[in-house]
C-alpha cells in the first residue's frame, strides 16, 4: 500500500467496546481526509498498534477492560509524543478529564456526542487545538488552577509567545492565530510548544490556567 496523502488524518481507536469500537471506525472512515489505521481493544495491542502505525489522532476509552485509560494514554504519549491523544469516554466530571488533559491528552469527547463532533474533535487534535466540550472546560478550568499554584515568572515568556497564549486563553484555535497574528500555523505550533515547555504544562489548557494563576494573561 502506498503512503497516504500528507493531508489525510490517520486515526486510530482503543475501546474495548467492539461493537462501539467497529461502529466509530465504519463512520470515520466514511468521512474525507480520515483514514482509521488501526483499532485495539485492550492496552497491550494499543501500545503495538500505535508503535506500528504512528497515527496523528488516538481517541481512547477511558476505561480499557480493566485497565485504565489514562494510564495508557500516559504511556502512550511517551511512547509517540507526536501523536495527539484525545479521550473518548462517558465520564463527564471535572475529575475525569483533569486526570486525562495532566496525562498528556490534547482533548476529551464525550461517547454521547454526536459524530460530528467526533469528527471535528478529531481533525482540531490533528491541527494541534484542543478540544474539550465547552460546558466541561467552564467547569475545568478552576479545577486545572486549583491543582497547580506555581508561580510562573512573568519574564519566563517572549512578547509573542504571550500574545499567543492571551488569544488561546480565548478559545481561539490556532489557525485563527497565526491569522490575527500574521504568522504561519506552524510557528504558532512552535510558540504553543515553547510555551508548554516553559510552563510546565502538559497541554494547553493547562497552561492558560497556569498563565491566568501567574497574572500572564
Aim: charged residues 25%; proline residues 5%; hydrophobic residues 45%.
Amino acid at each position: 500500500m502506498g503512503a497516504l496523502p500528507e493531508d489525510v488524518v490517520t486515526v486510530m481507536i482503543v475501546d474495548d467496546h467492539a461493537t462501539f469500537a467497529g461502529a466509530l471506525r465504519h463512520a470515520l472512515a466514511s468521512e474525507p481526509g480520515i483514514d482509521v489505521v488501526a483499532v485495539a481493544t485492550d492496552s497491550a495491542s494499543a501500545r503495538g498498534l500505535a508503535s506500528r502505525h504512528r497515527p496523528a489522532v488516538a481517541l481512547v476509552d477511558y476505561r480499557i477492560g480493566d485497565d485504565d485509560g489514562v494510564e495508557l494514554v500516559r504511556s502512550l504519549h511517551a511512547l509517540l509524543p507526536g501523536t495527539r491523544l484525545v479521550m473518548l469516554t462517558a465520564a463527564t466530571d471535572e475529575s475525569t478529564a483533569l486526570r486525562a488533559l495532566e496525562a498528556g491528552c490534547a482533548g476529551y469527547v464525550l461517547k454521547t456526542s454526536p459524530l460530528e463532533s467526533v469528527v471535528d474533535a478529531v481533525r482540531s487534535a490533528a491541527r494541534g487545538d484542543a478540544v474539550v466540550p465547552p460546558a466541561l472546560l467552564a467547569r475545568l478550568l478552576p479545577r486545572l488552577r486549583e491543582h497547580d499554584r506555581s508561580h510562573v515568572a512573568p519574564g519566563a515568556l517572549t512578547e509573542r509567545e504571550r500574545d499567543v497564549l492571551r488569544l488561546l486563553s480565548r478559545g481561539v484555535p490556532n489557525a485563527a492565530v497565526a491569522t490575527e497574528l500574521t504568522i504561519s500555523v506552524n510557528t504558532v505550533r512552535n510558540h504553543v510548544q515553547s510555551i508548554l515547555t516553559k510552563l510546565g504544562a502538559h497541554s494547553k489548557l493547562e497552561a492558560v490556567a497556569k498563565a491566568r494563576d501567574s497574572g500572564l494573561v
